[in-house]
C-alpha cells in the first residue's frame, strides 16, 4: 500500500515535469507583449479571487496555530488584502521590467568573416522548493513567466492550501491570456517522496531553486540530482565601528533586528567596536529589549546589558528569524571582519562608519553577496535594488550571486552567422 502510494506520487510529479518541459518550448519564444499581458491579467485575477484566496490562507494559519509554529512563521504565512495587493503590484513591476529574452550579450566578427553573437535564452524549466511563504508562489512564478521558463512550485505543508489557490488564481489568468498551459504548475503532495522525486526530475527539469531554512538548503543540496542554485540562510552582521554616527548606527540595528525579523536579510549579530561600547551598547541594548528582543551577548556585553543572557558557540553560528540577536564586542576592524568571515553566511553584512577606509577595507575583505556601508541589510532585496522582485538571494558564486531577477533567470546561447565559411 505504501509503495503504491508513493509510486502514484512520483507519476504525478512526472506528469507535471512532462507539462512543463512542453510548456517551456513554447514560453521560449512568446513575445513580450504576450508575456506582459498574461502578467497583468495575473494581477488583477488575484484582486478579483482574493476573498477566495484569504478563505484558503485562514484554513493553513488555524493549522498553524495547532502546530504552535512561532510567530515569525505565521507572519510569513499571512495572506490579507493588503499583502495580496502588494503581490498584485509585484507582478505589474515585472511586467514594466524589460525582457531578457533574447537579450544580445556580446557580438563580434572573427577574420573568417563569421559573425559570433551571445545572446540570453531562457533556462527551460525551473522548479521551487520552499517553506511557509505563499508570496514566493506569485513571485517566482511572475519571473520565470517573463524569463520565458516553466515553473513548478513545491511549497512547505504548511501553506498548501494558500498555494495552491494561488497557483490556481494566476494559472488560469495566464492560459486563457496565451501561456501555454503547464507553464505554472504547484505539486499538490505535500509528501517527502513528492519532493524527493522533484529534486531527481533531471529529464524534464533544469534547474532547481530552494528556498528557506537551513535544513531545507541543506536537504536539497545533498539530495538533489538536477542542478541547484543554492539560495541563502541569511546569518547577517551589523559591525559598528569606533568611528561610526551612533544615532545612525542605532537607528540601522533597530531597523536590521526588528523591521521584519522572521526573513534572510534581517541582522542576527551584531559587533561593537570596545571604543564605542559603552556609549552604544546600554542605549541600543535598552531600546532592543522594549521592543521585544532577546539578546545572546559575551561577557563584556553581559555587563553593559545584565538582562542579556550568555552567548554560546552556537549563538554565532545561528540564523534566528526571530526577535533575537547575538552581541559581541570586538577589540578591532580586523576582529570584526575576521568574525563575520568564520561565522556569516555570505548573505548581507553591514559597516557603521564614518571612516571611509575602514569602509574600504570592510567591502573588500568580507565574503558576502551584498555589503552595505552605513546602512541597513534589509535592503538586499530584489525590489529595494531596482530590479523588480527576485527569486531569492543567491550565496553561492556561480551562474548568480545576490538578488536573483530577471537577467539571472537565463542562461546564453551562441548564434554564428556565416557566408559559407569551413574550417581547414
Known amino acids: ?51 477566495y484566496i484569504i478563505e484558503e490562507n485562514q484554513k493553513d494559519l488555524a493549522e498553524g496555530e495547532k502546530q504552535n509554529i512561532s510567530a515569525a512563521l505565521m507572519d510569513r504565512l499571512l495572506l490579507n488584502e493588503n499583502r495580496i495587493k502588494e503581490i498584485s503590484e509585484g507582478l505589474k513591476e515585472i511586467a514594466a521590467l524589460p525582457d531578457p529574452v533574447g537579450e544580445i550579450i556580446a557580438g563580434w566578427k572573427r577574420p573568417n568573416g563569421l559573425l559570433i553573437t551571445k545572446v540570453r535564452v531562457p533556462i527551460g524549466v525551473i522548479a521551487i522548493i520552499y517553506e511557509a511563504r505563499p508570496n514566493v508562489t506569485v513571485d517566482a512564478a511572475g519571473l520565470c513567466l517573463k524569463s520565458g521558463n516553466a515553473v513548478i512550485l513545491r511549497g512547505s505543508s504548511i501553506a498548501i492550501n494558500s498555494n495552491l489557490a494561488l497557483t490556481k488564481t494566476i494559472s488560469e489568468a495566464a492560459t486563457f491570456h496565451g501561456i501555454p498551459e503547464g507553464a505554472i504548475q504547484s505539486v499538490r503532495s505535500t509528501s517527502r517522496e513528492a519532493a524527493q522525486e522533484l529534486m531527481r526530475l ?10 528557506g531554512g537551513e535544513s531545507l538548503i541543506k536537504s536539497v543540496i545533498e539530495n538533489s540530482t538536477v542542478p541547484v542554485i543554492e539560495t541563502g540562510v541569511g546569518n547577517c552582521h551589523v559591525y559598528v565601528d569606533k568611528k561610526a554616527d551612533l544615532e545612525m548606527a542605532k537607528r540601522i540595528v533597530i531597523n536590521a533586528k526588528c523591521q521584519r ?54 549563538d554565532w553560528r545561528t540564523e534566528y528569524l526571530d526577535l533575537k540577536l547575538a552581541v559581541k564586542v570586538v577589540e578591532s576592524l580586523e576582529e570584526a571582519i575576521d568574525h563575520i568571515n568564520t561565522y556569516g553566511t555570505k548573505h548581507s553584512e553591514a559597516i557603521i562608519t564614518e571612516d571611509y577606509f575602514a569602509a574600504k577595507k570592510f567591502t573588500e575583505e568580507v565574503d558576502a553577496a551584498a555589503l552595505f556601508v552605513n546602512a541597513s541589510t534589509r535592503f538586499t532585496d530584489g525590489g529595494q535594488f531596482g530590479m523588480g522582485a527576485e527569486i531569492g538571494i543567491s550565496t553561492q558564486k556561480l551562474h548568480a550571486r545576490g538578488p536573483m531577477a530577471l537577467p539571472e533567470l537565463t542562461t546564453t546561447k551562441f548564434i554564428v552567422y556565416g557566408t559559407g565559411q569551413i574550417r581547414t
Open 202 to 211: 533531471n529529464e524534464y527539469v533544469d534547474a532547481l531553486i530552494p528556498r
Open 1 to 51: 500500500m505504501v509503495e503504491e502510494k508513493v509510486n502514484t506520487v512520483q507519476s504525478e510529479v512526472k506528469e507535471l515535469g512532462k507539462k512543463a518541459k512542453e510548456a517551456a518550448l513554447k514560453l521560449a519564444t512568446l513575445s513580450t507583449e504576450v508575456k506582459n499581458k498574461a502578467l497583468l491579467a495575473m494581477a488583477q485575477a488575484l484582486i478579483e479571487k482574493k476573498d
Open 261 to 314: 525579523p522572521g526573513v534572510c536579510n534581517a541582522a542576527e549579530t551584531l559587533l561593537v567596536h570596545q571604543e564605542v561600547v559603552k556609549d552604544f551598547l546600554p542605549v541600543v541594548g535598552k531600546e532592543l529589549i522594549d521592543k521585544g528582543v532577546t539578546l545572546f551577548g559575551c561577557s563584556k556585553t553581559l555587563s553593559l546589558i545584565p538582562e542579556a543572557k550568555e552567548a554560546t558557540e552556537e
